[in-house]
Nanobody, 126 residues
């Protein structure tokens, strides 16, 4: 099982940008589909973005499409989430997630992923 550690969260004004990173342990990182989820207070954890093992296949939640970009570097065992044009409703704890193999759904849920990081807080002020 892969271990995941997120970094890069913080406080930013609306319209600003942040870049989240997730470092993964293990030698088989390229075998994992990687994703980002977020959870706001009192709400369920929701899908944000996912990237396939090659990095060419990506999927985004409608709420972040055009503003967020997911990428990965298999040589460095990292996955990143570049967030731009941030809105107060983007405020949440952001989690990095991993699953072995291909993800065969266009509506990912937390149950589709077996490994999770501890989360990093993103707060967007208005």
């Amino acid at each position: 099982q892969v271990q995941l550690v997120e970094s890069g969260g913080g406080l930013v004004q609306a319209g600003g940008s942040l870049r989240l990173s997730c470092a993964a342990s293990g030698r088989t990182f390229s075998s994992y589909t990687m994703g980002w989820f977020r959870q706001a207070p009192g709400k369920e954890r929701e899908f944000v973005a996912v990237i396939g093992w090659r990095g060419s296949a990506t999927l985004y939640a409608d709420s972040v499409k055009g503003r967020f970009t997911i990428s990965r570097d298999n040589a460095k065992n990292t996955v990143s989430l570049q967030m731009s044009s941030l809105k107060p409703e983007d405020t949440a704890v952001y989690y990095c997630a991993a699953r072995i193999g291909i993800l065969f759904t266009r509506d990912p849920t937390p149950a589709d992923f077996g490994s999770w990081g501890q989360g990093t807080q993103v707060t967007v002020s208005s």
